[in-house]
C-alpha cells in the first residue's frame, strides 16, 4: 500500500516568495495532520482535518500560512511570504483510528 | 495542559541488549493514549507502539514493549536485543485514545547501538 505522499521533497526559496506543500493521504484516511518539525521547537501541529473539514488550526503560527484540503486524496499547505525562520521540516501524516501515518517530510530552507 | 517529558537526550547501548527509553506524562484527562515512534537518520517518522490509558496488558510489537505506569505517568519504550538499526531518535508523544492524531511529542531521545 502506498503510504502518505508529500511533495516535494526539498524546496529551498527566497524570503517573501509563495511556498505550496503538497500531500495526498492514505486512502480511507478520515484525518489530516500538518506537522512541523524545528530543532528549538520539535514536532508541532499547525494544522488538522477530519472528513477535508479543518478542525483545529490553532497551531498555525500567523496568517502567513494556511492549509486547504479541497477532497479526500489532497491537502496542501501554503507559505505566502515566506521567512527564514519557516525554515523546517513539515510532515503531513493521516490516521484513520490508530495510529498516525506519516510521509516523508518537506525540507523547507528560506534564505 | 497535556505535556510530554523525555528526560535522556542521548544513550548508548550495546549490540544485542536491552535498553530502555523514559517517557513521562503529565495530563488531567482519564482518556488518552501513548504512542513511540522512531526517527532515522533519514528522516522519516515510524510508528513502533501504542498504548491506550484503559488498556490493562503492557502493548508489545515484536522486540519493542511498552511499561505502562499509569499512577507514575511513566511510558518508557522497551527495545530487546538491540540492533545497529535501531540507532535512532525516538519520540513519545501523546494524543486521544483511539485516535492517531493530534500527537503531543517529546523532544526525543538519541539511541545509538554499539556493535
Known amino acids: 500500500d502506498a503510504g502518505v505522499i508529500q511533495s516535494p521533497r526539498h524546496e529551498v526559496t527566497e524570503m517573501g516568495q509563495e511556498v505550496t506543500l503538497r500531500c495526498k493521504p492514505i486512502s480511507g484516511h478520515n484525518s489530516l495532520f500538518w506537522y512541523r518539525q524545528t530543532m528549538m521547537r520539535g514536532l508541532e501541529l499547525l494544522i488538522y482535518?477530519?472528513?477535508?473539514?479543518?478542525?483545529?488550526d490553532s497551531g498555525m503560527p500567523e496568517d502567513r500560512f494556511s492549509a486547504k484540503m479541497p477532497n479526500a486524496s489532497f491537502s496542501t499547505l501554503k507559505i505566502q511570504p515566506s521567512e527564514p525562520r519557516d525554515s523546517a521540516v513539515y510532515f503531513c501524516?493521516?490516521?484513520?483510528?490508530?495510529?498516525?501515518?506519516f510521509g516523508n517530510g518537506t525540507r523547507l530552507t528560506v534564505t | 495542559a497535556q505535556k510530554i517529558t523525555q528526560t535522556q537526550p542521548g544513550m548508548f547501548v550495546q549490540e544485542k541488549e536491552a535498553v530502555t527509553l523514559d517517557c513521562t506524562y503529565d495530563?488531567?484527562?482519564?482518556?488518552?493514549?501513548l504512542f513511540w515512534y522512531k526517527q532515522p537518520s533519514s528522516g522519516e517518522m515510524i510508528f513502533l507502539i501504542y498504548?491506550?490509558?484503559?488498556?490493562?496488558q503492557n502493548a508489545t510489537e515484536g522486540r519493542y514493549s511498552l511499561n505502562f505506569q499509569k499512577a507514575r505517568k511513566s511510558a518508557n519504550l522497551v527495545i530487546s536485543a538491540s540492533q545497529l538499526g535501531d540507532s535512532a531518535m525516538y519520540f513519545c508523544a501523546m494524543g486521544p485514545y483511539n485516535q492517531g492524531g493530534k500527537l503531543i511529542f517529546g523532544q526525543g531521545t538519541e539511541l545509538s547501538v554499539k556493535p
Open positions: 498504548q491506550g490509558s484503559y488498556d490493562e
Open positions: 482535518f477530519n472528513n477535508n473539514v479543518p478542525i483545529d
Open positions: 495530563t488531567s484527562d482519564q482518556s488518552y493514549g
Open positions: 501524516a493521516s490516521s484513520w483510528g490508530v495510529p498516525l501515518h
